[in-house]
């Protein structure tokens, strides 16, 4: 029941895991956060693809039979812990009232299994608000069980791990690499212009020159004629 709710709401935010590039980087940041840090940040510039990685993330921790709970940050950490609870408790269990993450934690205890390990990973989408995330990194992840990953920019994840202390680890999310960007593309690369390449690989403009160049053979000389060319289709 997780796994396919992951899976739409992923889907519904235009995830597709064929076109994912990096899909094979995620079963190796699963080896080097899980279970050793409770946090996991995910930083990177706007474009970037955090978002993508996020969510690839998640269905590498779903395909080891684990579940993923995955928000969209509201601005407020009380705000974006109870909505997450509400996907577990409600939307996932089908659960009726309501209960906060360290209820279903303190109840799992008390019903479930008195000494559980890791049952739920939290993942944060899009945290832009330096409070939200200073007081995102000083929850009691540990005792309730869960795991919490995040993305956010370096401005805001500083502050983050800052808070956290040594209970995070951190994985830069950058540009692709021209082969990376040679898959993503396809057959499209070998039209791309050589002084064009570098400029698309940020994955945003990638992902961009894809949707409006496809056969009609025109090419932009910088990011905004592709910019432009997009919200004037």
Not at 146 to 171: D, H, M, S, Y
């Amino acid at each position: 029941q997780g796994t396919l709710f992951l899976q739409r709401e992923i889907g519904r935010r235009g995830y597709n895991a064929t076109e994912d590039v990096r899909r094979d980087e995620h079963s190796v940041t699963v080896r080097e956060w899980y279970p050793r840090y409770p946090i996991l940040v995910l930083e990177g510039e706007s474009g970037q693809g955090k978002s993508w990685a996020l969510f690839g993330l998640g269905l590498e921790i779903a395909r080891h039979n684990a579940l993923c709970v995955l928000v969209r940050a509201t601005g407020n950490a009380d705000a974006t812990l109870q909505k997450a609870a509400h996907v577990f408790w409600q939307e996932i269990k089908h659960n009726d009232g309501v209960l906060s993450l360290s209820g279903i934690s303190r109840r799992r205890r008390e019903c479930v299994q008195p000494f559980a390990e890791l049952w739920l990973t939290v993942h944060v989408d899009s945290v832009q608000d330096a409070n939200e995330a200073r007081e995102l990194a000083l929850q009691p992840w540990e005792s309730w069980g869960v795991q919490f990953a995040v993305t956010c920019t370096p401005t805001i994840a500083k502050g983050l791990i800052a808070e956290a202390r040594n209970r995070a680890t951190t994985v830069q999310v950058a540009d692709f690499s021209e082969e990376q960007l040679r898959a993503y593309l396809g057959n499209s690369w070998a039209n791309v212009p050589a002084d064009v390449r570098d400029t698309l690989r940020r994955p945003l403009l990638a992902s961009l020159y894809r949707a409006v160049v496809g056969q009609s053979g025109w090419q932009p000389n910088n990011e905004y004629e592709l910019y432009d060319r997009y919200w004037g289709r």
